[in-house]
């Protein structure tokens, strides 16, 4: 017998109750709960580094590059999870050439390419072009001309022309602002317009999406700072640690009221599919909603950040405590996709009974290729801050 | 004089021009307008019956007459090429016992290909059906909606068919079918439904699963022609759809629907 038969007998045993014949199998797998989750790490770490610019929170300087290029690094990853979940990854292309105008997952290709070509990419090359133009000049053999490509022959760093840069790339992320909005507000919308699904049709889907984005990706950019700080033997400056946290703290609270709220209105309508969804998040969802994702990533990191909101002295003990609520909070909003993901597929349809869920080691959709998806940014982050160093950057006066 | 005429010709000209800037900007208000309204209508999903003279396919599933006898959902793996593992069905079959303390028990081994034992002692039973399941054919096919390429469309008939060359195996359609009559294709690594037997269909022949049903608990007809036996059917009983709230335009209609079954 095929593996792949096996496997699927071995959960056909341990169904639970009555689910649909074709419904043994679950289709969205680990790879589905890595691409909401690195896509709102994305809008995420984006919206940081806008509050900095547009509404001139000067103390976040430090943060901005690494929060642009940390956005960058994972963008660049987000399709490749999507792409090796399809069983036809061949004819991916598709969906940009033939996007069939009323389903929301159509809409993906331009959203995404907007948001890198347009948003992304011409924001970091307003903010480097006099950088590298500079860097160009100094640098000697292969790296001269790699930056000189990089300012696509754009050489003039004249004082007008450096201030049209920097008037343009303002422009941009007003208009980046929105984008990162209906980037990953989108992403929920994929799910929530899915009516046949009571776990994830929910209006609230994309705002509680885009709120989790914001608290994952200031958290990322949190850490990001320390680590990169720590390896440049630089002081790890509270202050901005402060500011950060202050911001996760806030989202923070607005995101766990909105699922709250979610959860309410579930348990007080209690629709039809009420019984299978309370069975589901007090059986198999136990862990990861309540531990993982109510516990250890929301209750502890919230009373933390409030603590910190008040206590300001042990700068060693505060920067620690930053450092741990960050992680929380990461771990917090990737159970949160997998409750989304995995959860709303362990149920039947029929509501009558439900299937069960095995992450396999190997294999395209397995949690070596998950994870190797999660580190691959990392790695482009870390080559990205060796090319455009943020520390290394020409300083302009305002 | 000459004045005059010119006075005159500039005239014309100026209202000709306000006329055609009148007429552009309607012009150009309706097609914006019209634009509008088109891509509202991408939020609005429907499939309508455009060719008269093709039938409109609708379904009539009988409950009081199924048997649980399996041959339905047999005849259309052999006939449709489904793979023999129990994890893919175009069509099965599932029996509902409700017992006397009113608890309801959901079976559908091997999708009833295999018959039927009752495992529940018969003094506990308050009543016990079977319901044969299918694509439900819906005229807002949730699954047509999602579909990235249009890789699944709805034929003239209304039959819900999927282009097995250019599915890309998103699976977000067997996501949003409600009824979980959707799988990917083991082999073919694509979407994969049942087809209301639409090669058979263009034969005029009945649907394989129809064929074989020794009860005939299950029918296809024209819904537009009024003289059919599927709309004298659907006239003389009480008909149900499955998840009439999710509002998806089924056409396969139910009688006798239990409100058990989902």
Known sequence: MEPHYQHLYEILANAQGYI?????????????????????????????????RVFKVKILK???????????????????????????????????????????????????????MVVLLLEIWFDYR???????????????????????????IS????KWDRKLGYIITVIGIPSAFILHGYVGFIFGSIKANPWWSTPLMPIIFLFSAMVSGISLVMLVYMVISHIRKKVIDVNVLDAIGKYLFFVLILDFTLEGLDQIQRIYE???????????????????????QGLIGTIIPLITLAFLQFYKHQIKVRKTMYFIVSILVLIGVYSMRWNVVIGGQLFSKSFAGFTSFKVGLIGLDGTLMAAFWLILPIGILAFLLWLLPPWKMVEEEE | MSQSTSAMGNEKIKSSRRKFLKSAATLAGATIGYSWLKSSQVLLFAAEPKDESLPWYGIVID????????????????????????????????????????????VSPNGGIDGFEQTVPDEDIFKSFFVPKMCNHCSKSPCIQVCPVGATYDSPEGVVLIDEKYCIGCRYCVQACPYGC??????????????????????????????????????????????????KFLKEHTTQVLRPNLNTGAKLYYNALSSEVR
């Open chain 1, 20 to 52: 649909f014949p074709n419904e043994i199998d679950l289709q969205w797998g680990i790879l589905i709960v890595v691409y909401p989750f690195i896509t709102g790490l994305v809008a995420g770490a984006f919206i940081l580094a806008s509050l900095e």
């Open chain 1, 62 to 116: 430090p943060t901005y590059q690494i929060a642009l290029l940390t956005a960058l690094s994972f963008l660049l990853v987000a399709t490749m999870p999507l792409i090796s979940h399809l069983s036809q990854p061949q004819r991916a292309y598709e969906i940009m050439i033939t996007p069939h105008s009323s389903s929301a997952m159509a809409i993906f290709g331009f959203v995404y390419l907007w948001y890198l």
């Open chain 1, 130 to 156: 006099h950088s590298m133009v500079v860097w160009s000049n100094k640098k000697k053999g292969v790296m001269k001309w790699v930056y000189k490509i990089l300012t696509l022959g754009v050489s003039d």
């Open chain 1, 159 to 162: 004082p007008r022309t450096v």
């Open chain 1, 270 to 292: 209690a629709e039809e599919s009420f019984e299978i969804i309370k069975l589901l998040v007090s059986g198999k969802l136990y862990l990861t909603l309540f531990v993982s």
């Open chain 2, 63 to 106: 409950i009081e007459k199924c048997i649980g006898c399996g041959s339905c959902a047999k005849a259309c793996k052999k006939e449709n090429d489904v793979p023999i593992e129990p994890f893919f069905f175009r069509t099965w079959i599932e029996q509902y016992t409700v017992k006397n303390d009113g608890s309801v028990n959901i």
């Open chain 2, 182 to 231: 959707r799988f990917i294709h083991p082999v073919k690594k694509v979407a994969n439904k049942c087809t209301l037997c639409y090669h058979r269909l263009k034969k005029n022949l009945a649907p394989a699963c129809m064929e074989v049903c020794p009860t005939g608990a299950r029918m296809y007809g024209n819904l537009r022609d009024k003289e059919s036996e599927l709309v």
